[in-house]
Nanobody, 120 residues
Framework: QVQVVESGGGLVQPGGSLRLTCAAS????????MAWYRQAPGKQRELVTT???????NYADSVTGRFTISRDNAKNTVYLQMNSLKPEDTAVYYC??????????????WGQGTQVTVSS
C-alpha cells in the first residue's frame, strides 16, 4: 500500500508565500509524474502544475511566474512553493502522484488535501 501525506497549508496575507509538501511512503518502486491540483469553493478541481520524473514542469497560466513545483526523488516528495499569493488562490490543494509500486502496478494516489487561504 501507498500513503500520501500533505502539509504546509494555512492562512496568509495577499502577497505572502507558502510552501506545500506532499510525501509518499509504502510500497513504492518509483514515482512518475507528480502534480498539484486545487479546488475552490463551488468550483471544479483544476490542475495547477505538474513535474515529470525527468524534471519537466508545466504550470497553469494563472500561477505561472508565481508558483514553483519541485521534487526530491530520494524522499518521494513533491513541493509547491507559492509566492505573491492572491485571494483567488484560496482553495484546498491536493497532490496527485503517479506511482509504480513494487508489485509493478501503476496507481494514481491523491493526498488528503490542505487548505490555503489568502486573506487580509
Amino acid at each position: 500500500q501507498v500513503q500520501v501525506v500533505e502539509s504546509g497549508g494555512g492562512l496568509v496575507q495577499p502577497g505572502g508565500s507558502l510552501r506545500l509538501t506532499c510525501a509518499a511512503s509504502g510500497s513504492i518502486f518509483s514515482i512518475y509524474t507528480m502534480a498539484w491540483y486545487r479546488q475552490a469553493p463551488g468550483k471544479q478541481r483544476e490542475l495547477v502544475t505538474t513535474i515529470t520524473s525527468g524534471g519537466t514542469t508545466n504550470y497553469a497560466d494563472s500561477v505561472t511566474g508565481r508558483f514553483t513545483i519541485s521534487r526530491d526523488n530520494a524522499k518521494n516528495t513533491v513541493y509547491l512553493q507559492m509566492n505573491s499569493l492572491k485571494p483567488e488562490d484560496t482553495a484546498v490543494y491536493y497532490c496527485n502522484l503517479q506511482i509504480l509500486t513494487v508489485a509493478r502496478t501503476v496507481e494514481f494516489v491523491w493526498g488528503q488535501g490542505t487548505q490555503v487561504t489568502v486573506s487580509s
